[in-house]
Every structure is written in structure tokens, then in C-alpha cells.
């Protein structure tokens, strides 16, 4: 049989990274690209699809397709006496990785611990499919799963929707999608963790504290939004240095998304404030939709802000999108909206989906998860 060069050095580098952590991928992916084999992007994928555990004593595991977005349903085994809680999960990995094979392993701790029944959502990702692909198909997977919640043994009135980073902001946009207006039930709760909910300006504390931080560079944060947005990062740059939206526009999301915002505490780790800048029509004109709040949730007005669920968020101190966590947990706060947050003084971008990774997990991680299992026993 012949087996081409591509495919042997992609098995090579495969049994190189063995039990490495994910972040050696990307740099392998890097090499590859670099030399012509295949793109960064490819190669981080085939890795991350690679590892799918066993079948689960406890588990019933089924894969399906809600309309023509593909779901993986976790169910508890044992008998309930009562309907059980829904969540629906979308995946992190920047809406350009992940897949439900990378978040397996988590879906299945909290189906099994919560005792709820997880549907994880495989959306499209980007650059091949832009915004708004990834939050249309989490929100079609979750109103097509409301629709038909008897199948699945789960209470209407008891549906959560939930996601890490990139799935945080998408759990966060569906979220108030479906507050806005809607013939259906409303959530019960949202849970975000470690999210992404906001474009505006990537020179908050937490993105100068933390640029260099695995497992998320700020440079690779504004480089994913560019690649959920346009397909590409052409103007990475502007974004990076806040050139690409006018200051009058800017002066008007300061409310919501502005250091003044955030507890002078997280800003004691070396902040300097950072000098607003304008910029052109042309730049503006490709980028003028991270100001809706289906790509950047943090900037929705407080009409719908006030309708939102119970929630919980998660942040991580050695995170750049711990910011954007506490600007948003005071949103709603100020909007009346019950919030429990919980904040890993030790954790960093990705800990959670670290889960058991390769046999072991961070202690914070853990702490972590059990917070968001802890939470959803509480409703």
C-alpha cells in the first residue's frame, strides 16, 4: 500500500508529541506549514481529533444532527425519578479548533457528575466558515433541542447553555438571543466559562498582564476573532493596537468596556493605560461588525442585558479574557441579574478543557470544574 509523504510525517509527528500538552501542536503545526506540508490549522486539527475515550459504564453516548449541525448527547444511565437538566455546550478553541472529540472527556464529567444531560455541539468553524456560522449553529442546535426536549428526558424549564472561551462567547450570544424574544422557555442559566466577549479593546489589564501567557497569546486572541470575522487577519495590527474602530464609537462602548470598569486590584500587576486611538473609514469598513454583540456579547444594550438568566463565569488570573469575564459579571450585575463568579487565582487560558489531558490535570483546573458542577447542582 502506498502511503504518501504527507500522511507519514503527519503519523510522525504524531507519535513525537505522544502525551505532550496540546500546545505543542501548534508548534509542530507551525513547522509543517513553514515547509510546505500543510497548513498550521490542518495539522492541530488532525491532532485534536484523535483521541476519543472508550465507552462510558455510566454514560449512554450518542452522536446526532440537530437540523444539519452535528451533536454528541451524553446521557446518565441511572434512573431519575424527576426530569433532569439540560445543558447545551459549545466547545472553546477560538471558532477555529476544537471539535467534540476535544472536548469529550469534560462533556462527560459533567453529564456524569451533574447528573444532566449534555449535548455538545459540533459547529462549523472558521476561517472556512465565518461569522455568523459558529453561533448560528449553536443557536439552531439549542432551539431544535428546546423543541424537542421530551425525547431527551429533560425538564423545559431547566435548559443551560454553556462554553469555554470561544463557546463561552457563544453561549453568551445565544443566550441573549434567545432572552430577546422567544415563543420558547427561557434558559435557566448561563454558564461561561473563561469567555471572549468582546473586540473593542485589546489593551485591557488582562491583555497586557498576559500577553505572553499560555495557553492564549494576546496577538493569537485578536488573530482568531480576525479569522471568525473575515476568514483572514489583514488588519491584525490595527486591532492589536485599537486603530480599528472610531473613537466616537469607541467613546460610546467606554460604559461597558473600559479599565474604570474593572477592581483596582487586577490592575496592581504592571497596567499602563493605553492612549485611544482613531482610525480610518477603509479599516473600520472591514471590521465594523465586531460591534454586534452576536460577535461581542459585552456590547449588547442593557434592554436585553436585563432579561439574561442566572449565571455563572469563570476567570482565570493568568488569562487575557479575564477581563472581559469581570466586565461583563458587573454588567449584569448592575442590571440585576444573579451571578456567581468564580476565579482561579491560580489558572490560566484553557485549564478547564485541560482536563485529565493526557492522564493528568492541573489542581486549579479541577477546582474549577467542580465549581461549574457545583453550580449546576445548585439550580
Known amino acids: 500500500m502506498k502511503i504518501s509523504t504527507r500522511t507519514i510525517i503527519f503519523r510522525c509527528f504524531h507519535i513525537f508529541s505522544g502525551e505532550l500538552p496540546i500546545l505543542f501542536s501548534f508548534e509542530q503545526g507551525k513547522i509543517l506549514e513553514n515547509i510546505g506540508i500543510c497548513s498550521q490549522v490542518d495539522f492541530v486539527r488532525y491532532i485534536q481529533g484523535r483521541k476519543t475515550p ?3 459504564p455510566k454514560l449512554f453516548i450518542k452522536d446526532l444532527w440537530f437540523e444539519k449541525v452535528p ?46 444531560v449534555v449535548v455538545s455541539v459540533g459547529y462549523r468553524l472558521a476561517p472556512e466558515h465565518k461569522y455568523p456560522a459558529a453561533y448560528e449553529d449553536c443557536l439552531n442546535a439549542t432551539i431544535h433541542f428546546m423543541k424537542n ?9 431547566n435548559v443551560i447553555v454553556c462554553g469555554d472561551s470561544a463557546g463561552g462567547n457563544l453561549a453568551a450570544a445565544v443566550s441573549q438571543t434567545l432572552a430577546g424574544g422567544s415563543d420558547l422557555p427561557k434558559l435557566r442559566a448561563q454558564i461561561l466559562i473563561y469567555p471572549g466577549l468582546q473586540a473593542v479593546d485589546f489593551n485591557l489589564p488582562s491583555y497586557q498582564q498576559n500577553h505572553r501567557v499560555p495557553l492564549l497569546f494576546r496577538e493569537r486572541a485578536a488573530f482568531y476573532v480576525l479569522q471568525y470575522l473575515n476568514g483572514n487577519a489583514t488588519n491584525l495590527e490595527e486591532v ?12 460610546n462602548h467606554r460604559k461597558w468596556v473600559s479599565p474604570d470598569n474593572i477592581p483596582e486590584k487586577f490592575k496592581a500587576r504592571g497596567y499602563k493605560p493605553h492612549v485611544l486611538l482613531d482610525c480610518t473609514n477603509e479599516v473600520f469598513e472591514k471590521v465594523k461588525r465586531l460591534c454586534e454583540p452576536n460577535l461581542c456579547p459585552l456590547l449588547v444594550e442593557d434592554a436585553i442585558v436585563q432579561q439574561l438568566p442566572e449565571s455563572f463565569i469563570l476567570t482565570c488570573e493568568y488569562d487575557v ?20 463568579w468564580y476565579h482561579l487565582e491560580d489558572g490560566f487560558h484553557g485549564i ?14 479541577k477546582r474549577g470544574l467542580d465549581s461549574v458542577v457545583n453550580f449546576l447542582k445548585s439550580l
Open 149 to 157: 426536549i421530551e425525547h431527551y428526558g429533560v425538564d423545559p424549564a
Open 321 to 340: 479574557l479575564r477581563d472581559d469575564g469581570l466586565l461583563y459579571k458587573k454588567r449584569l450585575e448592575d442590571n440585576g441579574v444573579r451571578v456567581t
Open 54 to 56: 472508550g465507552v462510558d
Open 71 to 116: 451533536v454528541r448527547i451524553y446521557q446518565p444511565k441511572a434512573p431519575s425519578a424527576s426530569q433532569r437538566r439540560g445543558v447545551m455546550f459549545f466547545h472553546g478553541g477560538g471558532w477555529v479548533f476544537g471539535s467534540l472529540e476535544t472536548h469529550e472527556k469534560l462533556c462527560r464529567f459533567i453529564a456524569r457528575e451533574s447528573e444532566s
Open 240 to 251: 492589536l493596537e485599537g486603530s480599528h474602530i472610531p473613537i466616537d464609537i469607541k467613546l
Open 352 to 365: 478547564i478543557s485541560l482536563y485529565d489531558y493526557c492522564g493528568f490535570s492541573f489542581p486549579a483546573g
